[in-house]
Every structure is written in C-alpha cells, then in structure tokens.
C-alpha cells in the first residue's frame, strides 16, 4: 500500500505560511491536497483565510485546524488523532500539508509517524523551513523584536539566553528545503549575504530558495519523496533531551466584531492598538459596511497588511474575527473596547 506524503512547513509568525498553502492549493495540479493548521493560541483563523481560495483542491471538509497549543506540544492528543481521522477516510487525500504554529519544535512531530498506526499509511514527504528575510535582515527572526523578548522567556528550563534563537536553529537542522520569503522586500547583495549566512546552518545539500508572497512552483515542494521520519534521529536538535516545552509566556485571543466602518480609520485604529500594547501578531477578517467582499488583514508588529479575498456568501453573516497574539498579561478588555470602537451601529 502506497504512503500518503505529508509536507511539514515550518517558520515564524509571520514568515508567510498561510500565503505559501494558499498558492500551494490553488496550483495544486490535479492533486487532493489535505491541510493540517496548527494555530497558536486556543482559537483559530488561518483555515479560514485558507478556505478563501475557493480551490476543488482543497475543499473545506479537508481543512482541519488543531487550536489547542503548539503542535508539537500536544502531538499524542491532537495531532495523531487527526492523521488517523484523514488516513481511515474511504478515500485518502493524495497529499498532506502542515503547517506549524510560529514556535514549534520541527522534530517531535516528524517523530510522530514513526507512531505504529500512522507509520505503514503516512510519510513525511519533506520539511520545509520559510524565513521572513525582510526580518532577518534586520537582525531579527520575526519582524518585531518583542518576538524575541517573548519567546526567550518560553522555557526557562533551557541553559542558554536566547531559545528563540535555537528555535531557528532547529528549525534549519530540521529543514529539506528553505525558503528565503519576502524577498521582493530586500535588496539583492543584502539576499546574497542572508544565503552565506543561513548555508553553514542548514546540512548539506539542502537548497535555499528565493521567494515573493510565497510564490513557487508546488513541484518544487511536493514529491521529494523523502521519509524523513526514518531519518530525523540523526537530525541535530537543541532540545533532544527535552521532554517537552512549553510557551506560557505568549497569549493568545480572539475578537469577534460586527461590520465595521470605512477601512481606512478601522486600520489606523488598528496600527495604534498594535503600538500601544505591543503586539506581536494579528490576523483575521473584516466585514466593512457596503464591501461585498472580506478584508482580510494581517499583522506582524507594526506591519499591516491588507486585501479583500472573497465574497461574502448567501446567508452567511457578515462578522469580523481577528486573532491577537501577544505576551502575557495583554489588556484584553482595552484591546476589545478600541476595536469595537469602530463597529458601524446596528
């Protein structure tokens, strides 16, 4: 019987993840793809996003998000269910993408199809590591430094001043295949420095490649036909003689609102929210009255980005949802009241 090939992507908040499945599902070429969405925090957004595509590929039923924490933290309780849940299916999807929270561990999860029932039915196909370049080059892993304060504080257990920092190196100990993402944001001798610098970092013959919104032929990532889980002992990691971690010093939550008003105050009101309390991450949708489409917004630091995805459908609600991300301790109830403070009266 013949493996389903499953592809892990890993990176950090903000690094393109969502934009890189999105391209992925929508030139999917013939193939029925499956995602496995693993969102920071206890509510998720992306497979929304993702369902934007609209794409056979990929139908929604084939979506599934895993909400409850870091997936390689909650492996034997969320993530190998599901596999069996796709695997046990009449008719099994021909692929299999991942996508990791912003912090996790690449390895444990890898590990996990060597777990009996999933290891004769599934393999991982390949790992592949998306770097935010235009933050890199900035001297930073994620785009706003508070990322790093927040997550060098994740595990106190570990002897060294920066995980976040090692966090990045297993993530490239781990990888097939790196994409170095955003580059269209990033001059070119500035590109050839981040290549010299990442290649000592990654094990040898892994290639790095350039990409703009996470724009790349999917032939090109799917197939590489590697089983790294027969492999991923041998893959260094600064955690192997963890037995697990945790990241209790970020927080997570989600703010449904109604429509909201013209877009242009709604995303200024949101640049001074980020500031003032020093968000890492925020990404959602907008209803905004009299637009027949979502507007879809997404945040890293004080960088907002924004456009208008799908139609809304026949009957369904127009509501907005948007996914906050910072460090413990947020003021949920101001961060709330500011934003509501847009709603267009009903």
């Not at 170095?180 to 000592?200: C, F, H, M, S, Y």
């Not at 449904?256 to 991450?281: Q, S």
Request: hydrophobic share 45%; charged share 25%.
């Amino acid at each position: 019987m013949n493996k389903v090939p499953a592809t892990v992507i890993t990176g950090f908040l903000g690094a393109g993840k969502t934009t890189l499945i999105r391209h992925l599902i929508e030139h999917a070429g013939g193939r029925r793809l499956a995602l496995i969405i693993n969102e920071f925090g206890d509510v998720g957004v992306d497979g929304a996003l993702v369902q934007g595509c609209g794409d056979e590929a990929c139908p929604d039923e084939d979506i599934i998000e895993l909400a409850n924490g870091c997936i390689c933290c909650t492996v034997a309780d969320d993530f190998l269910p599901t596999m069996q849940r796709l695997l046990d299916r009449p008719t099994p999807p021909d692929h299999i993408i991942i996508e990791t929270s912003g912090l996790a561990l690449p390895k444990p999860l890898v590990k996990a199809f060597q777990w009996p029932d999933i290891r004769t039915r599934a393999t991982v196909d390949g790992v592949i590591a998306l770097i935010d370049a235009e933050a890199l080059a900035a001297g930073r892993f994620a785009h706003d430094e508070a990322a790093l304060t927040a997550a060098r504080a994740a595990d106190p257990t570990l002897d060294h001043d920066s995980p976040i920092e090692e966090l990045f190196e297993d993530q490239l100990a781990c990888a097939d295949l790196v994409l170095l993402n955003k580059t269209d944001l990033v001059d070119a001798d500035t590109l050839a420095t981040l290549e010299r610098d990442l290649g000592p970092q990654t094990r040898r013959g892994v290639g790095i490649i350039r990409t703009a919104k996470g724009a790349i032929d999917p032939a090109i990532l799917l197939g590489l036909d590697l089983g790294v889980e027969e492999q991923i002992d041998a893959r260094p990691s600064h955690h192997d003689n963890e037995e697990d971690h945790d990241h209790d010093d970020f927080e997570s939550f989600i703010v449904d609102l109604g429509e909201l008003g013209n877009p242009e105050p709604v995303l200024a009101t949101l640049a001074k929210v980020i500031a003032a309390h020093d968000l890492l991450r925020v990404k959602g949708f907008l209803a905004i009255a009299g637009r027949p489409a979502r507007l879809v917004v997404q945040a890293v630091g004080p960088r907002i980005q924004y456009h208008y995805d799908r139609q809304w459908q026949p009957g369904e609600q127009r509501a907005s949802r948007l996914v906050v991300i910072g460090r413990a301790g947020l003021d949920r109830a101001a961060i709330e009241a500011a934003l509501d403070a847009q709603t267009v009266p009903a």
